[in-house]
């Protein structure tokens, strides 16, 4: 079975400028989120979607992110624009029905 | 916001010792995860332990709860080099598919 799937694995941008990062969860699992971590520290949760609803985005900063989770599948998370403190490892996981999430191997961004 | 703190920040033993992690959490939970991840990669679920139980074993794993300290411990017996890892718990205030909140985590080095 695939695990979940992110792209690209690495991301270098300029200041100010729009990136997005995409997640692929497990098949049939109908749970996805979004987590940022900075480094040396745990993940943040920005953002769950139960299949295309976002049930919880009390983290995520709507000023300059956004995210969609079309056909309650794939998912799309931005960010526009880009400032130097997002540089972080954007992280995806899955779930479906249980308290295990699993999780991709992240997106590591550098804004320069 | 961190959750969860663990203890030490980072623990470097020879290889065949056992390794004790500590974690902390703040608020009441339904549950306590530990997950592990390797250097560059995304986390791995190892563990989870209910408000209601006390301790739980997964092969080499050993986990403990005491919900009135508010406190959790991760036992590692007869480490290996490749349990060299950061160690992180997270906890979830209800059930089911509610987003994780993570701790800062625990380094852990196994010498050869």
């Known amino acids: 079975e695939a695990g979940v799937v992110q792209s690209p694995r690495y991301k270098i941008i300029e200041k100010k400028q729009p990136v997005a990062f995409w997640c692929n969860p497990i098949?049939?699992?109908?749970?996805l989120y979004w987590y940022l971590q900075n480094l040396g520290q745990g993940p943040e949760l920005l953002i769950r979607?139960?299949?295309?609803?976002?049930?919880?985005d009390s983290q995520l900063p709507k000023d300059r992110f956004s995210a969609e989770r079309l056909k309650g599948v794939d998912s799309t998370l931005k960010i526009q624009p880009a400032e130097l403190g997002d540089s972080a490892v954007y992280l995806c996981?899955?779930?479906?029905?249980?308290?295990?999430?699993?999780f991709g191997p992240g997106t590591r961004l550098t804004v320069l | 916001s961190q959750q969860g703190e663990e203890d030490p920040q980072a623990l470097s033993i020879q290889e065949g010792e056992n390794a004790t992690m500590n974690c902390s959490y703040k608020?009441?939970?339904?549950?306590l995860q530990w997950y592990r991840q390797n250097s560059g990669r995304g986390l791995v679920h190892l563990i989870l332990i209910r408000s209601n139980e006390r301790e739980k074993h997964s092969g080499r794993l050993r986990v403990t709860l005491d919900t009135s300290k508010k406190s959790s411990s991760l036992l590692i017996t007869a480490s290996r080099a490749a349990d060299t890892a950061s160690y992180f718990c997270a906890t979830a205030p209800g059930g089911g598919a509610d987003g994780l909140t993570f701790g800062k985590g625990t380094h852990l080095i196994i010498q050869p």
């Open positions: 098949s049939g699992h109908n749970t």
């Open positions: 996981a899955s779930s479906f029905h249980t308290d295990t999430q699993y």
């Open positions: 608020t009441s939970i339904n549950n």
């Open positions: 979607y139960e299949n295309e609803e976002a049930v919880d």
